[in-house]
């Protein structure tokens, strides 16, 4: 007679797993998107009291400090953020091992409601081990696979942790409703449904999949279903009209005229959908085979793809199998069909197929999908493989062999791909490798080397640092000539590691002809044009800043530059005063600029200008000695007192 198995055992084997999985993640860093939603963003830095302005505004405004149509149709996700602004509050300001224990918790609970739905759902064949039942192979599966790592490594993933967890949360009520007959339950079914589009848009889905579980699984019957679906349909409602309210727009009309958040910028109506059907397949291969990985799927690490190739027709054919068979067996109530269309429903919003979401694909856009995928394996693990092998312990043997190769080769890649998320630059300078065309991730690698070679001590390591920086820099540049943070950062690391300023100051110039307002390379244009011998090069600098001036008379700085060169190097003081007066116009807190000003009109002679000047620039910078020498010297000249 077999002994069942504590009921409380498979719950403790999958929180285990999740530390197996992730407890590397715990001495981790900020990265990616961290700086947006914790580490940079003003509304989570306030903590509880941030949260009135989380709940208020567009998701990114805390970081920009105003609101910003990056993305088509704007982000409002404002439950995950509101969960860092109290662990802010709880750890007394930044924490990053609080909040990648929190990711883990998550991801274990999710896991183990998982096993509660699907144990709720099905009952175990009689003689069957508990471990290799479907409830519990499905929440396996799920938790070791790969594709994961970054949903739950990196912490902005949360809004997808809280967008899964909390709708499966809001089936399981569901459930008991229809068993209890408790309205009671249905409200928290809602409450947990609309808790889940907070966290992420992408949880509206759940609106649908919630009635289709029901139907497939259950004996309720279709009216009371649909009942109770439209209550889910009625939060989602609720939902886009708050959305509405903040955001002030459900889609903006607009798409960016930026590569970075509009991939599909330079394709053709053909590669589009072309393109798009390619990483639909690309997702398929990911679950399948999850290797490589990595962060970074922005042009041109995906290459754009004419509807007519191959890679489009296959994925085509592939998904059309697949709705095909979900279709045909839909009546049937047939598992695989179910699990296809959880998978397709739940993929379907991310696709880039209803809206842009900003990017060509993403693995963590493939999360809540996977599970309609290990729920598909468990069902040929469970289901169908005993149909195969009838003699139980041919069929465990199998059974438990296959899980358990599938189960160490995923943990076994998922713990190695962690290490990659220790921090930017480590993830960076490792995904860039896989994602070479990506002009993105090669921008961000130059980025971080830059930021490792000022800080090292070593000559040897800061020049080999400098030199990658250089590499991935040139590789981004060529793959997008328009790359303005690739642009900006190539002219810096040719100023700081190569003192090739002209050629530093041409990058920035380049930057200027397709966003003349850009106040980086504006500001480094001067910076870098300051290092310029002027007595030997006072041409080649007049001609930058004349430029400079047609392209933004309005910069205080091109006004003030041009002023001192024509005073200083060219001996007229009538157009350095010119340029001078519209730069302290512009700016009139410019200690300096005055003080030149000041300065021009003694040189004209124009001793009550020149003094006026000089007090205002006294009045900004005390602490300049020189300016009160200037003083004193045009009182004297003007016969006046000394001070």
């Excluded at 069942?4 to 084997?13: E, G, K, S, T």
């Excluded at 029901?214 to 889910?232: C, H």
């Excluded at 438990?400 to 290490?419: D, E, M, Q, Y």
């Excluded at 600029?593 to 006026?612: E, F, H, N, P, T």
């Amino acid at each position: 007679m077999r002994t069942a198995p504590n009921r409380f055992l498979p719950y403790a084997v999958i929180f285990i797993f999740a530390f197996v999985l992730y407890g590397n993640t715990l001495s981790y860093d900020y990265t990616l998107d961290d700086l947006i939603v914790i580490k940079e963003n003003a509304f989570t830095k306030k903590g509880i009291a941030g949260i009135g302005d989380i709940f208020s505004y567009d998701s990114f405004t805390g970081f920009f400090g105003t609101e910003k149509k990056l993305v088509e149709g704007g982000r409002y996700r404002p439950l995950s953020i509101a969960t860092f602004a109290v662990e802010y509050s709880l750890a007394g300001g930044l924490n990053p091992a609080l909040s990648h224990l929190v990711n883990i918790l998550l991801y274990a609970l999710t896991g183990m409601m998982i096993f509660l739905l699907l144990s709720k759902l099905f009952k175990p064949p009689a003689n069957r081990p508990w471990f290799l039942t479907l409830p519990f192979i499905t929440a396996m599966i799920f938790m070791a696979h790969p594709v994961h790592t970054e949903v739950v490594a990196n912490i902005k993933g949360r809004d997808e942790l809280l967008a899964l967890l909390l709708p499966l949360t809001a089936l399981w009520m569901t459930l008991h409703y229809f068993e209890r007959k408790r309205v009671t339950s249905l409200l928290g079914a809602n409450l947990m449904l609309f808790l889940g589009i907070l966290s992420k848009e992408n949880a509206i889905l759940f609106a649908v999949v919630i009635p289709l579980t029901i139907y497939f699984f259950t004996g309720v019957p279709l009216r009371k279903n649909l009942t109770a679906g439209a209550s889910f349909l009625f939060t989602a409602l609720l939902f886009v009209i708050i959305r509405f309210m903040v955001l002030g727009y459900l889609n903006s009309g607009e798409l960016p005229r930026e590569l970075m958040n509009n991939p599909f910028l330079e394709a053709t109506p053909t590669e589009k959908i072309g393109t798009i059907l390619y990483t639909l397949g690309l997702y398929i291969k990911l679950l399948f085979f999850p290797y490589p990985l990595t962060h970074d799927y922005y042009p041109y690490h995906i290459p754009l793809v004419d509807i007519a190739n191959w890679r489009a027709l296959l994925s085509l054919a592939i998904y059309l199998a697949m709705a095909g068979y979900a279709l045909y067996r839909f009546r049937a109530k047939d598992i695989i069909a179910y699990g296809i269309l959880f998978y397709l429903l739940t993929l379907f919003i991310v696709s880039n197929l209803l809206f842009p979401v900003g990017t060509f694909m993403n693995e963590r856009f493939i999360y809540m999908p996977s599970l309609g995928f290990a729920l598909v394996a468990a069902s040929l693990l469970a289901g169908r493989l005993p149909l195969l092998l009838r003699k139980p312990g041919a069929y465990r043997t199998a059974a438990t062999g296959i899980l358990a190769v599938v189960l160490v080769l995923f943990t076994i890649t998922t713990v190695a791909r962690n290490r990659v998320w220790k921090d930017n630059f480590t993830l960076f300078t490792t995904d860039v490798l896989v994602s070479e065309n990506s002009v993105k991730c090669n921008v961000s690698a130059g980025g971080d080397l830059q930021k490792m070679a000022e800080n090292e001590t070593d000559p040897a390591k800061k020049a080999e640092y400098y030199e990658r920086s250089i590499r991935h820099l040139e590789k981004a540049i060529s793959i997008y000539p328009k790359t303005a943070n690739g642009l900006l950062l190539y002219g810096n690391v040719l100023a700081l590691y190569r003192n090739d300023y002209k050629q530093s100051v041409a990058q920035y110039m380049r930057v200027l002809e397709f966003e003349p307002n850009n106040r980086n390379a504006l500001s480094n244009s001067l910076k870098v044009l300051g290092s310029v011998d002027s007595r030997n090069e006072k041409a080649y600098k007049l001609g930058v800043l004349k430029t400079l001036y047609n392209m933004n008379p309005d910069y205080p700085g091109v006004n003030y530059a041009l002023g001192k060169l024509y005073g200083q190097f060219f001996g007229k003081p009538d157009s350095a005063a010119w340029f001078l007066e519209r730069a302290v116009s512009l700016d009139p807190s410019d200690a300096a600029a005055y003080k030149d000003l000041g300065i021009v009109y003694s040189m004209q002679g124009r001793y009550d200008l020149a003094l006026d000047r000089f007090f205002k620039a006294r009045q900004l910078d005390p602490s300049d000695q020189q300016v009160l020498q200037n003083i004193m010297i045009t009182r004297q000249i003007m016969g006046g007192r000394k001070p």
